[in-house]
């Protein structure tokens, strides 16, 4: 048997009209076989926008996996993904994401995400402040979105100096 992890990361609108989302557990172990249910509480009605899921493989883009809207609307995948399903709570403001009969290809990020996911004017959303007497550069992204998820690395220019083909040179 094998035990799975699945992370539950959330992103959510940086707009001014209050509403919020939050995990009821930022992380689930399951194992093979079972079935699972991520969930996600939101704040208020998401009348006018709506609630999506995404899935993250170690190194991979965002997959989209479900739209859903508190109108019912309920839009997979195309194609579907199989053993994904969705349901919403409205008296408990929640909606969950199920996997039936987890298997280690299961196993990733998954997001819940509130659209629109960037309201607004997108200009100077990524920051980078630089500290030089502490020797340091933070990356601040506002209005984050599922598109944000990424490795970002901090490197120095030139990165490579000299005759960059000295470093193949004994690789025969």
Same mark, same amino acid.
Request: glycine share 4%.
């Given at each position: ?124 959303? %990524? ?24 490795? %970002? ?20």
């Amino acid at each position: 048997m094998f035990l799975l992890s699945l992370w539950l990361i959330l992103f959510f609108s940086g707009d001014a009209s209050g509403e919020d989302i939050t995990p009821l557990s930022s992380f689930e172990n399951a194992t093979n076989g079972d079935s699972i249910t991520l969930a996600c509480n939101y704040d208020g009605s998401y009348a006018s926008d709506s609630l999506l899921w995404y899935r993250q493989y170690s190194s991979s883009k965002p997959e989209f996996l479900f739209l859903v809207s508190e109108s019912d609307l309920k839009q997979p995948a195309d194609p579907p993904i199989p053993g994904v399903s969705t349901t919403i709570n409205k008296e408990k403001n929640r909606v969950d994401l199920e996997i039936s009969s987890v298997s280690v290809s299961d196993s990733a990020m998954y997001y819940c995400a509130l659209k629109p996911t960037v309201t607004g004017n997108e200009k100077d959303r %990524y920051v980078a402040e630089a500290q030089k007497n502490k020797q340091l550069l933070n990356l601040e992204i506002s209005k984050t979105e599922v598109a944000d998820a990424a490795i %970002y690395y901090c490197a120095l220019v030139p990165t490579v100096t000299g005759n960059p083909s000295t470093l193949y040179k004994n690789l025969r």
